[in-house]
Structure formats: C-alpha cells, structure tokens
C-alpha cells in the first residue's frame, strides 16, 4: 500500500512547488522506490487543455490523451514515470463528475454538498492505483487560503484520517522574504501560513522553505518551534542556477532523509545518485555554445513553450553544449523579409501552435531554413507550416494553405494541404469527429505509432522505424498531395501504419530539416535526451563550426 505525501504551498504562488515534488519523487527513487506524482488544481476548468498558453503555460499531454498542467511535465522529466489521465484533476472535473452522478440519481436522492460528496470525489481520486507504488506524491495547485483550495485541503485531511497511522504526510512550501535593510530572513509569512493550514486541521510534518540564501541557525529554530515540526524538517531550498540541480540540492538539505524519518522508515536505503550527478556535471560543464531561435507566438511567456526549452536543454546536455534560445516573434517579420531576423542562429525551431496570427512569418521561417541549409525542426504546426512552403515555393501550388485558417475566417483562400481531420484509427477503434465539435478535447491526442521509412534521416536518429510518439492537433497534411510534395524533395518518412496520416517530412536536399506532425519534446529527460533534440543540437553544434 502506498505512503502519501501531500504538497501544499502557502505565502505566494509561483515558488517552485512543482519542482520540489518532482524532486523528491527523483530522490525517493533514487533510493530504491517506486512513485507516482498527481496534481490537484483547484481552478474551475475541467483540464486545461483550452486555457491559453499566455495565461497557464503549456498544456502537457499524456500518452493516453490527457491535457494536463505543466507540473505533469516536471514530474515526468525528473522521475521519468509517464504521466496517466488520472495523475491531474481539476475541481472542474471534480464538479462535473458529481454533478454527472447528481443527474444519473447515483446519489439516491441525497442533498449534494461539498462534504462529503465533492470531498468524497477527490480521495477517490487520490486513491486511484494506490497498491502500484510506494510513494504517491500529491501536489494541490494554488496557495492555502484560496476559496477554490478549500474542498482539497478538506479531503487530504480526511484522507489522513482514514488511513493507518503514518501513512500520509504534509509538506508545505513557503517563502522566507529577505530584508535588504535590516539583512535578515522573515519568518513571519510561514508562520502564519502554518497557523491558516493548521486552522483547516492540517498540520505540516516537514518545511520547505524558499530563500535567497541559506536559513541560519536562528531561524530554523525559530520555523521549528513556531511551525510545530522539527528543526530538521525545515529544509531550505535556494534558488539554483539550473532546475536539475534541484534533486542534488534538496538531497544535500536533507529533503529525502526528513520525508523518511517522518514516515519512520529506518533504516533509510542508500540513495544512488549517479544519474543526477550526471546531470549536473553536463550541465555545468559545457564547451561552446549554439544559438537556436524559436520562431513562435507565444513568446512573451516562456512557460508556454516549457516542454521545448527543457528538450533543447537535454540535445545541449547530450552534446555537452549550452543552448542559447532566442524566441523570436513570428509576427515581425509577416510582411517582410525574414533573413535579417534569422541571421546567425544556427539552428530553427518552429513549435506547435494555434490559430492563423504568425503563420506567414513561420512559413517564412522555414523557407529561410531549407534555402539557406539551416537545421530545422517543425513540431506540429511547425511542420504543418514547412509543408505549406514547400507546397507553395517548390511544388507551384501557390495558393496552399491550411483549412484551420480558412475555417476561422469563414472564408476559402487557401488550397487547403493541410486539412481537418474527421476520422482516425486508434489502436483498434475508429475515432469521429465533426468541425463543429466542443473545443475542449476534440483533438488527435495522445500516443500513436509510426512507421518510418528505411534510410531515412529520421530512421537513422531514432535508430529504428517504428516509433510511438504524442499528438495534440486538429489538423493533418493531406495524404494527396504526397506525390506531388516528394517529386518537389520534401519526403514523407513518417506515416501512420495504415499509412494515411504523414507524421514525419522531411527534405531529402538538406543537411538536417524535419517535420513532426507530433510532440517529441513531451518526451524528452534530461537523463535521455529525445533523439529529435539531441541530433537537432548535434546538427546546430555542426552548423556552429560553419557560420
Ligand atoms: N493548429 C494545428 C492543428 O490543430 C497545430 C496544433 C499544434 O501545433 N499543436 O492541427
């Protein structure tokens, strides 16, 4: 049966809790468990699979078809253990599942309240797949003293109560501001953050506290006596240069020990933390570095692309390189030459992305890239956009587009090359969908296979031809125009098995351009850095050497 820590945060939001859990999760592996890692977001959004990008970062998927929060990235990339549908809810999803129940009569006519039917709804969440491991680590969105956070702190409370005895703990996340003028650490905002967790019958076992610098002496004693909870328990977690680095610093605070001595497991395995020092050493000790711009929208907020910058870290760690990203606005250069904006990068990368607004700077892109032999990596609308150009400059379809853009016009401007998808096979099932479908959750997500042609550039980076990798689109190249497109240069060396969807292009011409109708970077670990990255920051490091 599973141990529980749950991981709530308190003072600001923002403080790194996804990290911290994700962390910890790669520390108890490290001494031998097993774990899994869930999020409970307390917003009123069912998932967040259609809340932008701007505003909650990207939206992570998982191999069976879920939009998740970020975090679920983190835990992935630190623990290594793929994320399911039932690692993150919402209250959202909370709510309609109870109200799903309410109309179907499950309730048997019972007045519906927040406890115990919505807190019911969420332990049995919690508790989904408990046998599985030895360590469920669940994380609760927000900051304690949020309306919405109320009915989670009310069913983990329950949910400690209904377990054996020290099989649960809280650890709570704060903030220890710093005081320029009088040079001291506050501890006053914890304080009183432990005093309002422990006001809804939750009392922290361990403390982790952000600060600038380390917490002397005197007020961890201070934490410890005030908090309730023992001077070692108060772990200190400064900022870091490089988020992996986190495992190697929490461990040398003492993070892991404090969670085992909490649960009273003695004596304590050994931690092994050779992957982590691995890390650590690739990342600090790079030799040069390539400068890669990634030509999107959402560029004002970096979380948007969160899973592409790690990914990029981890090809940089593989080639022992930093990588230096640019985000470049692909709205600047719409109407204009783009050379001047792409100049003395050495690589390309055009992420995922919806709606029309930046397209025809994308497209520019990656014409620049093909005619000047930059490397060039297109995820998703990415490649979309590199199909459309090789539709429009190399194989004379001149007015070749994609329906999405057409479709939001309410217009027909384009050859549409790239068109809405309304059927698709899914392992043994065939999926429908109409164009006037609900927006959330009427995409191809998820993992699917691919078959990848022999000898091809692609075959050779993954070192095999069959792959699986994650989808989240509408939108797909169409199957018609192949013929056309390969006589111009631009291969499909990636299809779908039944052979109707192209997931792979890529231009037979040049030294390294590829477009993936898929998501590589979801998958990618610092520990094994995705092939797509690593041998895209291989090409760059190469094409450094040229400029
Ligand atoms: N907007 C495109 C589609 O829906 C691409 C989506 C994406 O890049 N994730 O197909």
């Not at 969908?433 to 990848?452: Q, S």
Request: glycine fraction near 10%.
């Amino acid at each position: 049966m599973a141990r529980f820590i749950f991981i709530t945060g308190g003072v600001v939001s923002s403080l790194g809790k996804g990290l911290a859990s994700a962390a910890l999760g790669a520390l108890l592996q490290a001494r031998g468990f097993s774990v899994r890692l869930r999020k409970l977001d307390p917003y009123l959004n069912v998932d967040p699979g259609t809340m932008s990008p701007f505003e909650h970062g990207e939206v992570f998927v998982t191999d069976d078809g879920a939009e998740t929060d970020l975090d679920l990235g983190h835990y992935e990339r630190f623990t290594g253990v793929a994320a399911r549908k039932t690692d993150s809810v919402s209250s959202g999803r909370i709510y309609s599942n109870v109200l799903e129940k309410e109309r179907r009569g499950d309730y048997l006519g019972k007045t519906i309240q927040v406890i115990p039917h919505v807190t019911n709804e969420i332990k049995d969440f919690i508790a989904i797949g408990e046998d599985e491991v030895d360590f469920m680590l669940c994380e609760i969105g927000g900051t304690v003293g949020d309306i919405e956070g109320l009915p989670f702190f009310e069913a983990i409370r329950q949910f400690s109560q209904d377990k054996p005895r020290g099989q649960c703990i809280f650890m709570h996340l704060t903030l220890l501001p710093y005081i320029k003028a009088s040079g001291e650490l506050k501890t006053k905002p914890t304080q009183h953050s432990v005093k309002e967790l422990r006001s809804i019958g939750l009392a922290p076992d361990i403390l982790v506290c952000r600060s600038e610098g380390p917490i002397p002496v005197k007020e961890r004693e201070k934490l410890a006596l005030f908090c309730n909870v023992r001077p070692d328990s108060v772990i200190a977690a400064q900022d870091l240069s490089t988020i992996y680095d986190a495992p190697l610093a929490y461990h040398a605070e003492g993070l892991d020990q404090a969670v085992l001595d909490a649960f009273q497991i003695s004596p304590a395995p050994k931690p092994d933390l050779a992957k982590w020092e691995d890390v650590s050493d690739r990342i600090h000790h790079a030799e040069g570095e390539v400068k890669v711009a990634i030509v999107g929208k959402y560029t004002q907020l970096e979380d948007a692309y969160k899973s592409i910058a790690e990914a990029l870290t981890h090809g940089g760690m593989a080639n022992r390189v930093k990588v230096k990203v640019e985000w470049v606005d692909a709205e600047v250069f719409d109407g204009e030459d783009a050379a001047p904006h792409l100049e003395g990068f050495h690589a390309i990368l055009v992420p995922g992305g919806f709606g029309e607004r930046g397209t025809e700077g994308k497209i520019k892109a990656a014409q620049y890239a093909r005619e000047n032999n930059v490397p060039y990596l297109g995820i998703c609308l990415g490649m979309q956009m590199a199909v459309i150009e090789a539709a429009r400059n190399v194989a004379g379809i001149a007015k070749a587009g994609s329906e999405e853009f057409d479709h939001e016009a309410g217009q027909k401007r384009f050859e549409p090359v790239v068109y809405h998808l309304k059927e698709w096979v899914q392992g043994n099932h065939k999926v429908e969908r109409k164009v006037g479908d609900d927006k959330g959750g009427t995409m191809r997500l998820g993992a699917y296979d691919a078959a990848l042609t022999d000898g091809s550039l692609v075959a050779s980076v993954y070192g095999s031809t069959a792959i699986e990798e994650r989808h989240r689109h509408r939108y797909e190249v169409d199957i018609k125009y192949r013929d056309k497109l390969e006589k111009a240069g631009l291969k499909f060396s990636g299809m779908s098995p039944d052979g109707r969807l192209p997931e792979i292009v890529e231009w037979s011409e040049h030294p390294w351009f590829i477009g993936v109708q898929f998501h590589p970077e979801l998958k990618s670990k610092p520990f094994e850095p995705h092939p797509l990255f690593a041998d895209f920051v291989r090409a760059a490091k190469e094409s450094s050497r040229l400029v």
